[in-house]
């Protein structure tokens, strides 16, 4: 599969969902991770990210309006020891129990499905990071074609990742009615600039009206330090 521009990739869509890209700095020398949030209903754009230490929730913008917080407010990352976690949902916590106990992430996600939102029926997205090596993998918990009775899961790992590439999942192939979920592996995109720069890229390519929030990290796979940038459209 050709790599392809990021920016252009997100921006090809005005309805992704949410979305993981996954990946290494144009030199080599960081672990690159992004996750975005999107909504069309008002209770999914009543959301912002909070970073807690070196995790992040989500949280509602306004707790008056939140009308059902069910699969919108979660820990979409956390950290265990040298393993980063980023999921769409509250797999997040799932992965983590499983990994703490010395099991591995597919144990956990083979005990978990698609969102029960049909008839969307959302996809389950995941990724880990190593933050030692960089090496990084990604998953995807899907229905059959919307078929609530058969749940399909795929497992995608990355060894050695190339500089200045990623690979990149999101939920939907687009906005439609019912949202078709996304469709075959990861799309390799190019990683370009410093976290700034990065940042900014994913954020301007996203759909202004659809876009909720985007969190962004670099991890200096030498030290194992990191930098992070949140975006909340909701200020």
């Known amino acids: 599969m050709n790599v392809k521009d990021m920016k252009a990739e997100i ?5 992704p969902g949410r979305g993981i890209l996954l990946g290494r ?3 080599g020398k960081k672990a690159v991770i992004a996750y975005f949030i999107m909504g069309r209903s008002a209770n999914s754009r009543n959301r912002v990210f909070e970073a ?5 929730r989500t949280r509602a913008f306004d707790e008056s309006k939140m009308e059902d917080p069910s699969l919108v407010i979660y820990n979409a990352v956390r950290v265990l020891g040298d393993t980063t976690i980023v999921t769409n949902g509250d797999q997040t ?5 499983f990994l703490a106990e010395g099991k591995t992430w597919e144990e956990a996600l083979r005990t978990r499905t698609f969102e029960p939102d049909g008839p969307n029926f959302t996809p389950r997205i995941s990724g880990v990071v190593c933050n030692k090596t960089g090496a990084y993998r990604l998953s995807i918990l899907k229905s059959d074609n919307g078929d609530e009775t058969s749940a399909q899961r795929f497992f ?5 990742p190339k500089a200045g590439e990623g690979h990149f999942i999101h ?3 687009g906005d439609g009615n019912p949202l078709p979920s996304y469709e075959g592996e990861p ?9 700034a720069q990065f940042t900014e890229d994913v954020w301007q ?15 200096d796979l030498e030290t194992g330090k990191w930098e992070t940038e949140i975006r909340n459209k909701n200020q």
């Open 52 to 56: 807690m230490g070196d995790d992040l």
């Open 25 to 27: 700095s144009e030199d």
């Open 171 to 173: 939920t939907y192939m």
């Open 187 to 195: 799309t390799p995109v190019t990683v370009r600039g410093d976290l």
């Open 156 to 160: 995608y790992e990355y060894a050695q």
């Open 11 to 15: 921006a090809s869509t005005s309805y």
């Open 205 to 219: 390519s996203l759909d202004p009206e659809n876009k909720i929030s985007l969190f962004t990290r670099f991890i």
């Open 93 to 97: 916590d799932t992965i983590y129990d």
